[in-house]
Every structure is written in C-alpha cells, then in structure tokens.
C-alpha cells in the first residue's frame, strides 16, 4: 500500500528532498525523459504491437514492455531495493521508461505492487470487465444490498436509527513493476464508512464501545502457534476464506448509495427502476468492506461457530483457540486465519458448511512475512519468519521521500538519540517537526520490529517518540537506521526445536532489562522457550518507554520485571505446553531480585504506590508459586540489546541471543544485496562454524548457534569478522553448570 501510494503521488512529492537543514527541491519537468538506471540493462529491442482487446496505453499498460530475455546475466550484480525506489521515481514522470527498466529487472526479484488506475485505464475494456465482475459477485452471488431501491425519506420513516453512506468504485493494477502478462486488474466496491451518517438527523454516526469490539490475534499469538507446531510436529495451514466479508450477514439497518459509476454499469432495468425512485438507496444485507462493523461482525459470528465445533478461547488471546478433541490450534487475524493440526481436514471440519474456501495449503506466508521451514539439519526443526520483501518496500518509500538509498551500515544507531532530542516543552519549541516521510517510514520500521526483527526495537522505539521534536541529527540516525535494515534483509527471527527436547523438558522464560537515563528509563523484554538440548523459540520481545521517572537503577529495573512478568503470564497460558506453566524470570539486577524476595526497601519507601506496588506484585507471584525469579549476567541477558544502543559487535551478539540469524542462502527471496551486507554487518559472513552447545545459565541457549550451510564462495574475513568469532568463543567457552564467573 505504501509504494502503491508513492508511484501514484505527485512529481514534486515523489522527488522530494528532505525539509531538514535545506529546502525543497524543485520538481523537475512534468515530461523530462528520465535517465536508465544504473542497474538497468542494455535497452530492449523493439518490442511487438500490443495484442488485440488490450488497455489503450495509458500508463504503460500494453506490450511496450517485454522481457529482454530468458537469462540474466550471472556477472551483474542487482540491487533490489534500489532497483525498486528508482522505478517508483522513473514511473511517477515517464511511464513507458518505468516499463522498459522493469522488463530489465529478473521477475522473481521484484516485489508485488499495487497502485491505483488512471481514469483512462479505468474505461479500458480489462478495467470494465473487472468491475462488471466485482459488481456481479457482489449483487448476484452474494447479495450484498437488496435488488429494489428505495426513497430515502421512506427509509428514514421505517427506520429510525438506521445509517446511510455513499459505495466507492475502485479499480487497481497488482504487479506493476513486471511484465504486462503478469499484471493484473482488481476491482473492489468498498463504503465510504469514515462518511456515514444517521438517516434522519444527518449526523454522523461512528461506532464506538463494545460493539465494534472483536478478539484480533496479537503477533506474539502467531509465534505461540508456530513454536506449537515446531514441537508437535504439525504442520501449518492457511485458510482462503473466499470474500469473507460478503459471507456474513449483516442485520443492522444500514443503507447504501449507489455511485454514477456503478449505476451506468447496472442493466438498462435496473437502471430504470433506480431512475424512478427520488435519491434511491438501497438495504445492505451483506458485510461489505470498508464499513466499521464489517469485519467486527465477521470475526464474531467466525469465532462463534468454531465454538459450536469445538474451539475454547485461550485465556492469553481470545483469538487464538484450542480443541482437545481435535487437536488443533487456529489464529484468527481478521478473515486471515491459520491452523496448526496433525490432520487439517479434519480440523476444519464443519466450517465449510456455513463459509466457502479453498482447500487448506501449507502456510508460506502470514500478513507480510514468509515462513520458510528448515529441515537440513538432522534432529532440528528451523522456522524462519523473514521480512525480507518487506524491506525492500520500506527502502522504495525512503529514496521517494528523500532521495537515494542511505549506504549499508553496521550497527542501527551511531550514538543514543536521547542525548540530543529535546525532551523539555522549552526546547521542543525551537525544534523542527518531522516531514511526513519520516513518520512513513517509522511505521514500516516499526512494523518490522513487532514482527520478527527485535535488534531494531529499541531504535525505533526512541526515534518514534521524537517525531514532534526532530532535529537534523536524528535525520541522520533514521539515514543509518534504515541502512542496516538494508544491509541486514535476509535477517530473519528463527525458531528451532530440538527433536531431543521432549515437551515435558522445555521451560518458558522471561529475561527483563532497563537502562537508568533522565526523564524516563526504558524497558525491554524477551519471553521465549527453552530445551535443554537447543531448542529456542522466541514468543514475544519489546522496547518500551516506562511510564514513570526511576531516581535508582533499582527501581528501572523494578519497573522493568514488573512489564515483564505481567508478558510472561500471559504467554504461559498460550504455548498449551504444561511444563511451561511456571515461567521464569531473569534479571540482572542484584538488588531488584533480593527486593522480589522481601518486598521491601527503604529506597523504594518514597514510591509506594508507584514502585511499591509493583514491587510487591511480583513478590506475591513469586511467593505464590506462578513463576520465579533469578539473577542472570549482564552479558547474558537477552533483553540487552532492547534497551540501549549497541555496536556491531555487541549487537552480533545479542541478535544471537533473541534468535536473530540470516536465513540460509537456499531460502532467500534473493542475494543480490549479500556483498553490502557482508561488508556492512560481521553476522553475515556466516562464521559461526563452531560446534553447537548449550549454556546451562537458567536454561538461555545463547550459544547454541547452528552453522548454516557453507556457500560456493565464502566471504573474506575481516576485522570484524574475527572480532565476531572471538565473541562467539567467548559465549560458548562459559561453564556447561551454574553461573559463570564474574569478569576480572
């Protein structure tokens, strides 16, 4: 959605530069023949006549792109991600240039992108026919607003409360960036719900409150059902609700109005009989998208009938149910729904009665991220969750909004961001705000550190709360940010079960951490699975701002456990793994566990009800037997890295530590960006080749680090790649019982 947006934005918002220091550039001229792309292949021959019935060229639409061939070339290196950026700046002023630069690009490299169709293109004969088509499923198949109009004042007279808003006609192109045989025309009618107001007065009515409340599975759910099936051995399936929205009746009274678009596409009886009615609106019967309550209602009434088959809500996550009986566990992200199950027909059994689907397939891919299964290695089961296309979407939205790609770069931050944003309502005023790219791309870089990339949490986390008080340094440190997501693409979150592990064996830890800084401290948390044989499966990590002010490193890491714990409860009643009942919690603060012990400190008498409570929360749990507490090296604290910037070395290490690798070559999306990225980031090189062992400290396999398969040509070592290795002797040459022994 975000690139669809920028190769449909204007010329002087495409190329826009930064408002930080300088000011904007001029637009350049509206039809200037932009140059070829430096990564661009030699220019294609002349291409053939576009094929009869086809758009009329428009926006590039016909035969004017054609691959310049089967092969490409082994000695050319590509860019992806520049590749991308450039062809959303080249499209936004000379479409067919786009085009012929496209076709030069292999099509397994390019991302799918949609954009929004001209009006031209929206006449088209491929354009009318995908409306026709959408029109029909809705009308006809699905019923989605009663055949008969009506008056609007007799609506209103019949029913008092009921709501009214206007239907939207839009009409997109998928796949842009590859050739014409491979794009596609998708329409969708969707209401204006941000529009719509009760019939009878002409206010405007928004749902608020219980009714337009649904259980939505969390992130950290997914990952529970994924750690499930890694050690039960299921495998994942993903349910294809086909239009789930329209498969759900909707009983309000709620009426809709016909755009002039839809209404010169209805037949010549119909259209009359629309014609003979004063303002005709029409009953909506059917959920349609775009309506507050839509997808509340399909979520309700799905929940409702996987509870008449059998489905418990799990306490942690409504979304995320359990049956005993079938031995199944499904996750409901909307009308995106998973299961993990030995046998999924039989899981599924009984939804097909009451919802049309495809048959259930293996899961590849979940609300952006692909999942990709390891089984190479004997007696481990690797899941990967990698962002690794939507990294490159994120780097097209930065060179729209700023220019060229930043350079590769090592580490995420070059110093703490809090030591130069103002914080005081004095200093906030001579700041600058941020232009509207930065808060863009903070929320795709957030999207990536919810998801599966921990080690940019904490950057994130501190850049996004100074977008109000941004500066040209903090310019400079999003610039880098978003160059080690570069350089680091193929990062990916993994999660590895040992075969040896058995169930009963694996214990659920939380590892906590806070640094002591003015105003506020920050917290972070990483809640994962451990086996005593390797297993490491992260659930559920976070950096976040804490609440209220620590005068002692005490009591920031007080307020830390406290979040941490409370993450921790919750997880325990979703991994549906008994041994995992009594979690454990790891701190590296001394005097923050002996306060868990008695619960009471005379530095902490000031903060009774802000710290004292919470202190005493976790004594009670702990006292209680819910979970425990322990102390736990700095070094080996998992949280580490979540709470204060670190260099690449440091961060090396404690990717490790969350379970952050790099996906093994054979399961890229692609390697044309390895040689930035080996340059750039130590952990790349793939020098972990020492034998896998296991650290006996409370049960955190930090080093347990698998070398992945050996590539044709191994990348030279450098300075940072031995600094690495000898990081990683470091962790694994800790005693195999106990805690290790403080450093001299």
């Known amino acids: 959605?975000?690139?669809?947006?920028?190769?449909?934005?204007?010329?002087?918002?495409?190329?826009?530069?930064?408002?930080?220091?300088?000011?904007?550039?001029?637009?350049?001229?509206?039809?200037?023949?932009?140059?070829?792309?430096?990564?661009?292949?030699?220019?294609?021959?002349?291409?053939?006549?576009?094929?009869?019935?086809?758009?009329?060229?428009?926006?590039?639409?016909?035969?004017?792109?054609?691959?310049?061939?089967?092969?490409?070339?082994?000695?050319?290196?590509?860019?992806?991600?520049?590749?991308?950026?450039?062809?959303?700046?080249?499209?936004?002023?000379?479409?067919?240039?786009?085009?012929?630069?496209?076709?030069?690009?292999?099509?397994?490299?390019?991302?799918?992108?949609?954009?929004?169709?001209?009006?031209?293109?929206?006449?088209?004969?491929?354009?009318?026919?995908?409306?026709?088509?959408?029109?029909?499923?809705?009308?006809?198949?699905?019923?989605?607003?009663?055949?008969?109009?009506?008056?609007?004042?007799?609506?209103?007279?019949?029913?008092?409360?009921?709501?009214?808003?206007?239907?939207?006609?839009?009409?997109?192109?998928?796949?842009?960036?590859?050739?014409?045989?491979?794009r596609k025309f998708k329409a969708r009618i969707i209401a204006w719900g941000h529009r719509m107001f009760l019939m009878r007065t002409g206010a405007k009515a928004v749902p608020r409150g219980p009714e337009k409340w649904c259980p939505i599975a969390s992130l950290e759910a997914v990952r529970c059902l994924l750690a499930f099936s890694l050690v039960h051995g299921f495998d994942v399936y993903s349910l294809d609700i086909e239009s789930a929205y329209l498969q759900t009746a909707f009983e309000d009274p709620h009426f809709v109005e016909l755009s002039k678009f839809l209404v010169g596409r209805l037949s010549p009886e119909e259209r009359a009989a629309h014609n003979a009615v004063h303002r005709p609106v029409y009953r909506m019967r059917r959920c349609i998208y775009g309506h507050p309550l839509s997808g509340t209602k399909f979520v309700r009434n799905f929940a409702g009938l996987l509870y008449h088959l059998g489905f418990r809500p799990c306490a942690g996550d409504q979304a995320l149910l359990w049956c005993e009986e079938r031995r199944a566990l499904i996750v409901v992200f909307v009308d995106d729904v998973i299961v993990a199950a030995a046998d999924p027909v039989a899981a599924l059994a009984?939804?097909?009665?009451?919802?049309?689907?495809?048959?259930?397939?293996?899961?590849?891919?979940?609300?952006?991220?692909?999942?990709?299964?390891?089984?190479?290695?004997?007696?481990?089961?690797?899941?990967?969750?990698?962002?690794?296309?939507?990294?490159?979407?994120?780097?097209?939205?930065?060179?729209?909004?700023?220019?060229?790609?930043?350079?590769?770069?090592?580490?995420?931050?070059?110093?703490?961001?809090?030591?130069?944003?103002?914080?005081?309502?004095?200093?906030?005023?001579?700041?600058?705000?941020?232009?509207?790219?930065?808060?863009?791309?903070?929320?795709?870089?957030?999207?990536?550190?919810?998801?599966?990339?921990?080690?940019?949490s904490f950057p994130c986390s501190v850049l996004a709360a100074r977008v109000k008080s941004w500066s040209p340094r903090l310019q400079d440190m999003l610039a880098q940010l978003v160059g080690y997501v570069r350089a680091t693409a193929h990062y990916a979150l993994r999660l590895r079960y040992a075969i040896a592990d058995a169930p009963g064996a694996l214990a659920l830890h939380a590892h906590t951490d806070s640094d002591w800084r003015s105003p506020r401290s920050q917290s972070g948390f990483v809640v994962f699975i451990s086996g005593p044989h390797g297993t490491f499966l992260p659930l559920h990590f976070g950096s976040r701002r804490q609440s209220i002010s620590a005068d002692s490193p005490m009591a920031a890491e007080s307020l830390a456990a406290h979040e941490g714990l409370k993450e921790v409860l919750r997880l325990s009643l979703m991994t549906y793994l008994p041994s995992c009942a009594v979690p454990t919690l790891s701190v590296d603060n001394r005097p923050?566990?002996?306060?868990?012990?008695?619960?009471?400190?005379?530095?902490?008498?000031?903060?009774?009800?802000?710290?004292?409570?919470?202190?005493?929360?976790?004594?009670?749990?702990?006292?209680?037997?819910?979970?425990?507490?322990?102390?736990?090296?700095?070094?080996?604290?998992?949280?580490?890295?979540?709470?204060?910037?670190?260099?690449?070395?440091?961060?090396?290490?404690?990717?490790?530590?969350?379970?952050?690798?790099?996906?093994?070559?054979?399961?890229?999306?692609?390697?044309?960006?390895?040689?930035?990225?080996?340059?750039?980031?130590?952990?790349?090189?793939?020098?972990?080749?020492?034998?896998?062992?296991?650290?006996?400290?409370?049960?955190?396999?930090?080093?347990?680090?698998?070398?992945?398969?050996?590539?044709?040509?191994?990348?030279p070592a450098s300075g940072g790649a031995r600094a690495l290795a000898v990081a990683l002797r470091a962790l694994q040459s800790r005693p195999s019982g106990g805690v290790a022994p403080p450093r001299a």
């Open 1 to 182: 959605l975000l690139v669809g947006v920028t190769c449909n934005s204007p010329v002087d918002d495409v190329t826009r530069a930064p408002r930080i220091g300088r000011p904007r550039a001029p637009p350049p001229p509206p039809k200037a023949k932009a140059p070829a792309p430096a990564w661009a292949l030699p220019k294609a021959p002349a291409p053939a006549p576009a094929p009869p019935g086809a758009p009329p060229h428009a926006a590039g639409l016909t035969g004017d792109a054609h691959t310049v061939g089967d092969s490409y070339p082994d000695h050319i290196q590509v860019d992806v991600f520049a590749a991308l950026a450039e062809l959303a700046q080249l499209r936004a002023h000379d479409e067919r240039a786009a085009d012929e630069a496209a076709a030069a690009l292999p099509p397994e490299l390019l991302a799918a992108v949609t954009r929004l169709c001209s009006p031209q293109e929206k006449l088209s004969p491929a354009g009318l026919a995908a409306m026709d088509d959408e029109l029909y499923k809705m009308r006809v198949r699905y019923g989605a607003w009663d055949p008969e109009p009506c008056a609007f004042d007799e609506a209103a007279a019949a029913h008092p409360d009921a709501t009214w808003c206007r239907l939207a006609d839009i009409l997109s192109l998928k796949h842009i960036e590859k050739p014409d045989d491979m």
């Open 350 to 456: 009984g939804i097909s009665s009451v919802y049309r689907f495809a048959p259930a397939a293996l899961c590849d891919e979940y609300i952006g991220a692909r999942l990709r299964r390891d089984s190479s290695r004997p007696g481990l089961r690797d899941l990967y969750i990698s962002l690794e296309l939507y990294a490159s979407v994120l780097l097209a939205v930065w060179q729209s909004a700023f220019g060229a790609p930043p350079p590769a770069a090592s580490a995420p931050l070059p110093d703490d961001p809090r030591k130069f944003a103002p914080d005081t309502p004095e200093d906030a005023s001579a700041a600058l705000h941020a232009p509207a790219g930065v808060q863009q791309v903070l929320g795709a870089l957030l999207w990536l550190a919810r998801w599966a990339r921990p080690d940019i």
């Open 592 to 715: 923050s566990t002996n306060v868990f012990e008695t619960g009471f400190s005379a530095k902490l008498v000031a903060y009774e009800r802000a710290v004292g409570l919470r202190v005493s929360f976790v004594r009670d749990i702990i006292r209680s037997g819910v979970a425990s507490a322990r102390w736990v090296p700095s070094r080996l604290n998992a949280a580490n890295g979540l709470t204060k910037r670190l260099g690449a070395l440091e961060l090396s290490r404690a990717c490790i530590q969350m379970g952050v690798f790099p996906l093994p070559p054979e399961l890229r999306e692609s390697d044309t960006d390895s040689s930035a990225a080996s340059d750039a980031v130590p952990f790349s090189l793939g020098l972990a080749t020492e034998p896998a062992r296991r650290s006996e400290v409370f049960g955190h396999p930090s080093s347990t680090i698998a070398p992945h398969a050996p590539s044709a040509q191994p990348a």
